[in-house]
């Protein structure tokens, strides 16, 4: 399945807003039944993170997710996707990343959402380390194995294909 | 060939990216993770768990027996931690 859209793929310091990016993904179009949406944020940790910094592999990260958002869009009858993921200092509460994918009918759109989490989760060249409300540097997150186990389900047999 | 380190990576070995001409025995991914740890107390700490280091040759993930001739960029780091 070759996608009849391209995906609006946007790596960016500035923050976004969801309403608007939902808005801009299905307006002006009536063949859309559903938007699934999925809007990452910066927790604080029980009040012990001031802020997330992340680094980014500037080029590689568009790219990669360039060509996880084409998988997905080959494996799920899509009618437009948008991800945003942004790098920098963000504080928490803030937004990180947001992925909305549009199709005729929900489970394309949830599937399909899900899917691109996942990826972006374990493939996407991005880093965060903690910055701490009491001052002290804190750490870079560690990756967890629940991440690379959610994104083998999707190459499991059985594994929902569209 | 043009080496770029991020996170922990870069922070231990000390620089972002640095040009290097690894010897010809140096074919593959983990010859060069090899090769890389002999160059100072930095590399050693950074590549002392080679397999946990994620490579991407060219701006794509690679596994570590891909060979390395033609890299022009090649980028070593943590496992990733977006989303």
Partial sequence: MVAAFAPRIRIQREDFDAGAEVARLSGGRTDIGAVVTFHGL?????????????????????????????????????????????YGLIPAGGNIVLVAAA???????????????????????????????????????????????????????????? | MRLKYFAWVRERIGTAEEEVAPPAEVVSVRDLLDWLKQRGDGYAEALRHPEAIRVAIDQEHVHHSEPIANAVEVALFPPMTGG
Avoid: N
């Avoid at chain 1, 899917?115 to 002290?136: I, Q, S, Y």
């Fill in chain 1, 103 to 162: 199709a005729s009918h929900r489970q394309a759109a949830f599937e399909a959402a899900s899917f691109l989490m996942d990826f972006l989760k374990t493939r996407a060249p991005f880093w965060k380390r903690e910055h701490l409300r009491d001052g002290t540097p804190g750490s870079w997150v560690e990756a967890a194995a629940a991440d690379d186990a959610a994104e083998a389900r999707w190459s499991a047999p059985g594994a929902p294909r569209g």
């Fill in chain 1, 42 to 86: 910066c927790r604080d940790e029980a009040g012990t993170l001031s802020a997330l910094e992340l680094e980014h592999y500037p080029g590689m990260a568009e790219a990669e997710i360039g060509r996880i958002a084409a998988q997905a869009a080959a494996r799920w009858p899509l009618d437009g996707l948008t991800i945003i993921h942004r």
